[in-house]
């Protein structure tokens, strides 16, 4: 078996974390990977790859926050994860550092037995004619080039082909349920509980328009971006890909899910710590 850890940057407590569960792995006759960036941290060069190695793995740790989790679930890719939190919101990562360890053996004991049991929490992507973009676990924005006074355009939102609004706005936002309480949050978006099945379609500083609306996840949202130099399409905040104006960018759900592993996160605790 073998489980790779990712820890969240410029921590040393993530790291320290990181090399404890290591050692206990490796007592139990578990190879372990780390990304680059924790190998690198821990010394430990010999045993370092890029995330996007993680899928050959069985099982992924994150420690950190949300973002941490996110990273790794990009290089993840269907290879169930198991989120520690280290205090932060962690809408993602059920587990505390005290629990880390029996919580990591408690999951390397259930795939030894094939028991290992998951559960699947949607992702989106954007697509145009050309290419397809990133699966996304928060949102995927299609904006103009900035945000702000002179960096929007005339944005068009299409729900199945069928005009749901149009005018003046700085961008739009697709989100999942899991991002509801992420960049959508700041936007004034609704939060939605991670058990429906649904997308949440917000515009971003409109003129005018339609209020946020929340739908089905089997829909495909389309926006449209004209009178701008370039649209900007945004992964989960990271990964970004100009268009031109007038392209029409599709986002809907993708085709791999992520796999969490460990307890489920307790939603409205979770929601406390946003205060």
């Known amino acids: 078996m073998e489980v790779g850890i990712v820890a969240q940057r410029d921590n040393d407590r993530a790291a320290a974390l990181a090399r404890t569960l290591g050692a206990r792995l490796d007592e139990s006759d578990v190879r372990t990977r780390f990304d680059a960036t924790t190998a690198a941290a821990l010394d430990r060069a010999d045993v370092g790859c890029s995330v996007d190695r ?6 992924v740790v994150s420690i950190g926050g949300d973002g941490t989790f996110l990273f790794a679930a990009r290089g993840a890719n269907g290879t169930p994860i198991l989120g520690v939190n280290l205090g932060e919101v962690g809408f993602l990562n059920a587990v505390g550092p005290d629990e880390a360890e029996r919580a990591v053996q408690r999951e390397v004991d259930a795939y030894r037995r094939g028991e290992l049991s998951v559960q699947e929490v949607p ?44 005018g003046e706005a700085d961008g739009v936002l ?51 971006v004209t009178d701008v130099d370039y649209a900007v399409v945004v992964s989960d905040g990271r990964t970004k890909r100009e268009v031109e104006p007038g392209t029409d960018v599709h986002v809907g759900l993708a085709d791999r899910p992520v796999r969490l592993a460990g307890p489920a996160v307790d939603f409205f605790e979770a929601l406390g710590k946003l205060d």
């Open 174 to 224: 697709v989100a999942t349920p899991t991002g509801s309480s992420a960049y959508n949050l700041s936007e004034r978006g609704p939060l939605v509980h991670p058990e429906v099945a649904g997308l949440i379609v917000n515009q971003m500083a409109a003129r005018e328009g339609m209020p946020p609306l929340v739908l089905a996840s089997d829909h495909d949202v389309t926006v449209t």
């Open 123 to 166: 992702r989106i992507a954007a697509r145009t004619d050309d290419w397809v973009g990133e699966p996304a676990m928060n949102e995927v924005v299609v904006q103009g080039p900035r945000r702000g006074r002179g960096g929007g355009g005339r944005v068009e939102v299409r729900v199945d082909g069928a005009l749901y609004d149009a």
């Open 54 to 59: 993680f899928d050959e793995c069985d099982l």
